[in-house]
């Protein structure tokens, strides 16, 4: 499957993976900084943003995305940032592909198996007629009853775009999404693990990664570490990019 991505900067390759119902844009801020410093590859994965959509859509799936955007791009290896969904395709690229990562970063997710949180909010989505729609301000009145938080309605109508005739129309492949959402909470079993350096960064608002959780996280990436942004929450890029941006940073160098 061949991929949309941008690439901004020069220097060492560094990939970066969004999460569920995101898409490469939501990266643009962070990575015009990374780019200071190295070549990204802000990466929309399958049934997202631009790229190609497909009724198979699980964490194999995406890492053999991964792997042939790679060595189409000519890229032996790279550093790997992905964040909670995207965190999940690192991992599992890195652990059936280790000799293409040179660092791993994965924001507030961990490999253990997490309860699908989006069912109810993809429900909603997919119960929107976006036919009856003619502006955005109408699909964010009719969605305010189901997701009430704003900041989380503009995320998700980032993924509502408009055909050449002016329809909207949905970019993400919600039904896709909907019937994979228990693949994408599944934990990721490997029998062999990644030595490569990683960085695990979580928020100390979330409960995504738990004290325990390292433990199996040391068990696949032994050269793991934590960190904690207190103030962050799952978004952690978001809630505090000049925090995280120095965390990575410092850890790449």
Same mark, same amino acid.
């Given at each position: #499957?061949?991929?949309?991505?941008?690439?901004?900067?020069?220097?060492?390759?560094? @990939?970066?993976?969004?999460?569920?119902?995101?898409?490469?844009?939501?990266?643009?801020?962070?990575?015009?900084?990374?780019?200071?410093?190295?070549?990204?590859?802000?990466?929309?994965? +399958?049934?997202?943003?631009?790229?190609?959509?497909? !009724?198979?859509?699980?964490?194999?799936?995406?890492?053999?995305?991964?792997?042939?955007?790679?060595?189409?791009?000519?890229?032996?290896?790279?550093?790997?940032?992905?964040?909670?969904?995207?965190?999940?395709?690192? #991992?599992?690229?890195?652990?059936?592909? !280790?000799?293409?990562?040179?660092?791993?970063?994965?924001?507030?997710?961990?490999?253990?198996?997490?309860?699908?949180?989006?069912?109810?909010?993809?429900?909603?989505?997919?119960?929107? &007629?976006?036919?009856?729609?003619?502006? +955005?301000?109408?699909?964010?009145?009719?969605?305010?009853?189901?997701?009430?938080?704003?900041?989380?309605?503009?995320?998700?109508?980032?993924?509502?775009?408009?055909?050449?005739?002016?329809?909207?129309?949905?970019?993400?492949?919600?039904?896709? @999404?909907?019937?994979? +959402?228990?693949?994408?909470?599944?934990?990721?079993?490997?029998?062999?693990?990644?030595?490569?350096?990683?960085?695990?960064?979580?928020?100390?608002?979330?409960?995504?990664?738990?004290?325990? &959780?390292?433990?199996? @996280? +040391?068990?696949?990436?032994?050269?793991?570490? #934590?960190?904690? @942004? !207190?103030?962050?929450?799952?978004?952690?890029?978001? &809630?505090? !990019?000049?925090?995280?941006?120095?965390?990575?940073?410092?850890?790449?160098?």
């Amino acid at each position: #499957m061949e991929l949309h991505f941008r690439t901004l900067g020069e220097g060492s390759p560094l @990939i970066i993976l969004h999460g569920l119902l995101g898409s490469l844009h939501n990266w643009l801020p962070l990575a015009r900084q990374f780019a200071e410093r190295f070549k990204v590859f802000a990466v929309d994965q +399958r049934n997202h943003g631009l790229s190609p959509h497909s !009724p198979e859509f699980g964490y194999d799936h995406m890492a053999r995305d991964l792997h042939e955007l790679m060595n189409a791009q000519g890229l032996t290896s790279a550093h790997v940032l992905g964040h909670s969904m995207g965190g999940k395709t690192a #991992m599992q690229f890195a652990l059936l592909y !280790p000799d293409q990562v040179e660092k791993l970063v994965v924001v507030d997710i961990s490999p253990k198996a997490h309860v699908p949180r989006q069912s109810g909010t993809l429900q909603a989505l997919l119960t929107l &007629d976006l036919g009856k729609f003619h502006h +955005r301000a109408e699909l964010d009145a009719a969605l305010a009853a189901s997701v009430p938080d704003e900041e989380l309605r503009q995320f998700l109508l980032t993924n509502v775009a408009r055909d050449k005739a002016g329809a909207f129309h949905w970019k993400a492949n919600l039904s896709a @999404i909907w019937e994979n +959402r228990r693949l994408l909470g599944a934990a990721l079993e490997s029998e062999r693990s990644c030595a490569k350096p990683a960085l695990f960064i979580r928020g100390g608002k979330s409960d995504y990664v738990a004290d325990s &959780d390292l433990d199996l @996280i +040391r068990r696949l990436f032994p050269h793991a570490v #934590m960190q904690t @942004i !207190p103030e962050a929450g799952h978004w952690v890029h978001a &809630d505090e !990019p000049e925090k995280f941006l120095s965390l990575v940073m410092e850890f790449l160098a």
